[in-house]
């Protein structure tokens, strides 16, 4: 039975049949009620071939009282059901995306989506619908079948737990497991946690899943630890403790897939992915070299000094970084905001800012740079621990704490043995002080044109070249790019605020509800403050000054 109200949909439909499609923007804000599902038109596309119209769904949900005490792996677990049933009932009908039902495709990790939403025991969607045309005119019986009958059953479908509920269980446990090791890691004098069992290579570089018959994850015995849950399981693995740690190893031995993965563990992974068990702190940075990136007065003075025309680099500004001088910022970048961990790999870093052989040093008489060898010490008295892969660098080796060795996709700890070896070469730590980065305040903003989303990259008409997301490996989903995109938008409002400030405002209006930052957008999904920060900080429309 369908409830018709005042601005009913199904009226609305009976009088713009066979209507040129504009007339379809009638139906904004139309609202109807069926089996007590309420459905409301809050964004109406101009043609069939614009990007779709959206519907908010909402229903109550009747599901065991567990699970709605965690509503984040909750709509997680909805989301994925919805997205997976909504593929079956969508069907082209019509011209360009008529006849289409859907909402953004979830990636393997478990955060806020602004497609499913749950307050209480409510839950809400945003589900993109193609309203149906035929040489752009109004199909109004198939547009009454698609939003008044397929979205509710669709619906209905989707919100029936009761058969599944050994799986949304799995889905809840999970991410419980994932949040308590995270908790503890800080008392545990930990900054990650790789479980033993866990598959860490990716099929395929691009891939988010598992690698088939991938070696399984085993803790070497001196670095393996159990961290009893609170209902009782015990989870071992390897914990890496705060400080240095570098892991080293021949190519292809999976130095570089550990810390990726390390760098995954900052989200929640759903079951089956393989990292379910890898846990990492949340103020954690991978940072890469990125030549020709903007920089914005950044106090990079601890690492890049004496350059030839310049010589103060406490605020830095270029718009055309090299390796070293990215790698510097983007360190002191993510530390103003909170970062904690900072993740390094040799194959993506500029290797004359990890480290520099001190027996050439006399050959050269400018010396601008003081790598993370001498600083690491300073940075981790300053809280600051960082994961290193290297093949084997002497001057890494001799800072360490820890010495990781990946044989054959399998860690080995050797620290005691590298430092014997450290001290056979009589490797000298020339040991310099570390000094954390001002804080900052944006002085000036512009606006962009109409940025958008192409890929991985931002780009508009007004910036000098697109801006490379994908060097942010802790983005994972599209829709953690359109969060992204949404914050670009409204930047103009945080003027001669401090980054840290704006990051973490902003971090927490979307930890409430990414749906706050969209007018109704399905494509929305939870970042932190350090990827926000990450955007900012290479925007050339924005300037910053010390505070």
């Known amino acids: 039975m369908i409830g018709l109200q005042t601005k009913s949909i199904a009226a609305i439909l009976s009088r713009i049949d066979s209507k040129g499609y504009k007339a379809y923007k009638k139906l904004l804000n139309a609202k109807e009620v069926v089996d007590g599902i309420r459905i409301e038109i809050v964004r109406v596309q101009g ?16 599901a065991p009282e567990w699970a709605l005490e965690e509503p984040v792996p909750l709509a997680d677990w909805l989301t994925r059901r919805l997205y997976r049933i909504l593929q079956r009932f969508s069907r082209k009908i019509g011209d360009g995306r008529s006849g289409y039902l859907g909402i953004p495709r979830p990636g393997p990790i478990i955060i806020r989506r602004s497609s499913l939403e749950i307050v209480r025991d409510t839950v809400i969607a945003r589900i993109y619908v193609g309203l149906p045309s035929k ?3 109004i199909l109004g019986d198939y547009a009454e079948e698609l939003l008044l009958e397929k979205i509710p059953k669709a619906f209905k479908e989707a919100l029936n737990v009761d058969y599944m509920l050994d799986d949304l269980r799995k889905h809840v446990y999970t991410w419980k497991m994932q949040e308590y090791i995270r908790m503890k890691l800080p008392d545990l004098g930990l900054v990650s946690f790789i479980g033993d069992g866990s598959i860490l290579p990716r099929k395929c570089g691009g891939c988010e899943e598992p690698l088939p018959n991938a070696v399984p994850f085993e803790s070497p015995p001196s670095l393996r630890i159990t961290i009893t849950l609170p209902w009782g399981d015990e989870v071992t693995g390897m914990g890496i403790r705060k400080g240095i740690t570098v892991v080293a190893g021949s190519a292809f031995h999976g130095k570089s897939t550990l810390l990726e993965a390390i760098a995954a563990g900052v989200w929640n992974h759903i079951p089956g992915d393989g990292r379910e068990k890898v846990v990492t702190i949340r103020e954690t940075m991978y940072v890469r070299a990125e030549d020709g990136r903007y920089v914005s007065c950044v106090d990079i003075s601890s690492m890049i000094h004496n350059i030839p025309g310049q010589s103060n680099t406490s605020c830095f500004t270029t718009r055309d970084a090299s390796g070293a001088t990215s790698i510097a910022a983007s360190i ?11 993740l390094l790999d040799e194959d993506t870093a500029a290797t004359n800012i990890l480290y520099i052989d001190e027996r050439a040093k006399d050959i050269t008489k400018w010396h601008t740079i003081t790598p993370l060898s001498s600083l690491a010490r300073s940075m981790k008295k300053k809280g600051v621990s960082l994961i290193m892969v290297s093949s084997g ?3 890494l080796l001799a800072i360490a704490d820890t010495i990781i060795v990946m044989e054959a996709y399998k860690p080995i700890d050797k620290t005691t043995e ?23 305040k944006i002085v000036e903003v512009r606006s962009l044109e109409k940025p958008k989303i192409r890929g991985k990259s931002l780009e508009d008409k007004s910036l000098p070249a697109s801006i490379p997301l994908s060097n942010n490996i802790h983005l994972v989903e599209e829709t953690q790019l359109y969060t992204l995109l949404a914050v670009v938008k409204r930047i103009q409002n945080y003027k001669n605020l401090s980054i840290d400030h704006i990051v973490r405002l902003l971090e927490d209006q979307i930890l409430k509800s990414p749906s706050n930052f969209g007018d109704h957008n399905p494509k929305l999904g939870e970042v932190r403050a350090l990827d926000i920060a990450y955007l900012l900080n290479r925007l050339p429309i924005v300037k910053f000054t010390n505070t």
């Open 47 to 62: 043609d069939p071939y614009a990007p779709p119209s959206v519907v908010k769904v909402v229903s109550k949900i009747r």
């Open 135 to 137: 040489r752009r005119r």
């Open 332 to 342: 002191q970048e993510a530390i103003e905001v909170g970062a904690k961990l900072i």
């Open 393 to 395: 660098s002497l001057p």
């Open 418 to 440: 590298a430092k014997g070896l450290v001290k056979q070469h009589n490797v000298e730590v020339h040991e310099k002080k570390y000094t954390l980065p001002f804080k900052r």
